[in-house]
């Protein structure tokens, strides 16, 4: 469908560029190649960031367990099976960073707010999907864009013949643990949606759960009717629909994650926490930190904290603004910073801190997903035990989960 869809942009475009209409015929051009192009020029990683690894760090972190917190996988026309040299997350770049359990989260929705005058349709998915010829219904609904990334997954796991596994549980994660050690090629998917915006009629929190999604960012780029997001006009919380909402994925076995979230929305969520009226604690899945670095996308130390204390993972992000500059030191120094004021609080820092690349989500990363012994390398040059490394690679993430979703199917 694709293919027909690009052929008949070609010779449209070829047409009306001859025939004295060259803007709307450049414009149907560049769709025949807008996916590429988007996908190119959005998903870098930064020049040079490769360095030569010792055969103690590779050896080293063959034995990690490696978990990735975040990554908009299948936002892309891609095909994730073979090596690409765009973007950040295939299957053989999976294999070769030896990552064990990868996120891919759905985001449907991009609304620069504070970029963008009002006036202009401002949801960037709207472009893209049109300019990537994407079927018409996702130039519109978020949640048609979501199904469209769900078949992708899906069609990905389904052609990876066994070397992807769908968690869904902590049964499946604990199934995982223990194929890893004996073949190292089993990796775990899990899926997370950025933004609650589909959650609307038949998109519900039933369907997100029989789609396998287990963790739940409440918002995106922009303020929604469940609470506001760190880059909105709003900047208030939680609304009351948001809370019935927090409260309803918490009971139906679904983890919160706070990123891209309102200061005031974080503090809502820690406070409905803290109150006792959700039993799992949130995550904050890929994010900078402000006393690191000052930027409205990162969380402050305080929240830091209070999220730790209630049990929670932070997952240090791989790019530029959340990060104080894009270097994989860079990452080190933001790592060693939330251990340092977690400790001082009174907390076993390293259980606390994880990573969440955000790759592919438009940002130019310090690595790409093969690029995970260059993390592990950083970490064991920071003077960090080895047994403290493993926590950070991975560990801490897999802990986290099988205590915290259910253990068996959920409903
Ligand atoms: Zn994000």
């Known amino acids: 469908m694709y293919r027909v869809a690009q052929s008949v942009a070609f010779l449209a475009g070829t047409y009306l560029l001859l ?4 803007l709307l015929g450049l414009l149907l051009l560049f769709s025949v190649f807008g996916s590429w192009f ?3 020029f959005a998903n870098r990683v930064v020049k040079g960031s490769g360095r030569n690894l010792s055969a103690q760090s590779s050896d080293f972190h063959e034995k990690c367990f490696v978990a990735d917190l975040h990554a908009d996988v299948c936002l892309w026309r891609r095909d994730h099976m073979k090596r690409n040299k765009r973007g950040h997350v295939d299957l053989p770049r999976l294999i070769e960073g030896n990552v064990s359990l990868q996120f891919v989260t759905i985001p449907t929705k991009l609304v620069l707010t504070r970029r963008l005058p009002r006036f202009f349709f401002p949801d960037l998915f709207f472009w893209t999907a049109i300019m990537s010829l994407q079927r018409p219904r996702t130039w519109f609904f978020a949640s048609a864009r979501a199904e469209l990334q769900l078949e992708r997954v899906n069609a990905w796991i389904k052609n990876s013949r066994g070397s992807l596994k769908m968690i869904k549980n902590a049964n499946d994660l604990q199934g995982l643990s223990q194929n890893q050690n004996t ?4 990796i775990g998917i899990m899926l997370g949606l950025e933004g609650a915006h589909i959650l609307s009629g038949r998109f ?7 789609q396998g999604i287990r963790v739940v960012g409440i918002t995106h780029f922009n303020d929604t009717r469940f609470g506001d997001s760190a880059h909105g006009w709003r900047r208030s919380g939680l609304t009351s629909v948001g809370h019935d909402l927090v409260k309803d994925l918490d009971d139906r ?3 919160i994650d706070l990123a891209h979230c309102s200061e005031q929305l974080i503090n809502d969520v820690l406070a409905m926490h803290k109150e006792g009226d959700l039993s799992r604690p949130p995550i904050v899945s890929h994010t900078g930190i402000k006393g690191e670095h000052n930027h409205r996308r990162n969380i402050s130390d305080e929240q830091a904290i209070a999220v730790a204390r209630a049990g929670g993972l932070i997952g240090v992000t791989f790019f530029r603004p959340a990060l104080p500059c894009n270097s994989v030191s860079a990452v080190g120094e933001v790592v060693l910073y939330l251990i340092g004021i977690l400790n001082e609080a009174g907390l076993e820092g390293v259980r606390h801190v994880a990573f969440g690349s955000d790759f592919d989500g438009a940002v130019r990363t310090v690595i790409d997903s093969s690029g995970w012994p260059q993390i592990t390398e950083m970490l064991l040059e920071s003077d960090i035990s080895e047994e403290d490394v493993q926590f950070l690679m991975g560990e801490n993430v897999r802990r986290f989960f099988v205590e ?3 253990k068996f199917a959920i409903t």
């Open 253 to 255: 076995g679904i983890i």
């Open 19 to 22: 025939n004295d209409r060259p």
């Open 204 to 210: 519900n929190v039933s369907w997100l759960i029989e």
């Open 38 to 40: 988007f996908d190119r």
């Open 183 to 186: 073949d190292g090629q089993n």
């Open 404 to 406: 915290h979703l259910p």
